[in-house]
């Protein structure tokens, strides 16, 4: 990338037969304007997301996103959500897959960009809500957790 003012990029894998609408395209809408390079966002199986967590967090279960950071110039990294986990939480909180995938790719974009809310004394939280209430969705993935 070698204009130094392209935006946000986004691009979308799936697998398991996910089927995502608009994912990529809500994410440069919502993300904050600090947001600039290319981002990639997988959604996989939960098995795949459980392998990555057991190597790069040594927690042997399934979790819903992992984020990647990137150090190329104009890569931010990489996003990874677990097609199966996203289904349930989408199910436990009462809505639809597409809901849920953006709730949990906003999450993991932010972590991208060096926040860490278990660290930050709220800042990310803050700015999560005020994205996520910007793209039309309710509830974030923090308050779900600290609950």
């Known amino acids: 990338m070698a204009d130094g003012d392209q935006r946000l990029t986004v ?3 799936t697998s398991g037969g996910v089927r995502v609408t608009g994912l990529g395209a809500w994410l440069v809408a919502v993300a904050p304007r600090r947001a600039r390079g290319e981002v990639s966002v ?3 199986p939960d ?4 392998a990555l ?3 790069y967090r040594r927690k042997n279960a399934a979790t819903d996103v992992l984020s990647f950071p ?3 110039k104009g890569y931010l990294g990489d996003i ?3 097609g199966g986990v996203a289904r349930r939480q989408a199910a436990e909180a009462g809505h639809g897959l597409q809901t849920e995938l953006r709730v949990l790719a906003l999450h993991g974009l932010l972590h991208l960009l060096g926040y860490d809310h278990e660290r930050d004394d ?3 939280a803050r700015l999560e809500r005020r994205l996520r ?3 039309g969705l309710v509830e974030g993935l923090i308050e779900r957790t600290t609950r």
């Not at 098995?47 to 459980?50: C, H």
């Open 53 to 55: 967590n057991r190597t």
């Open 70 to 72: 990137a150090d190329e």
């Open 11 to 13: 691009d979308v894998v």
């Open 122 to 124: 709220g800042q990310m």
């Open 133 to 135: 209430r910007q793209g």
């Open 47 to 50: 098995s795949r997301i459980r």
């Open 80 to 82: 990874v959500i677990a």
């Open 42 to 44: 997988a959604i996989v």
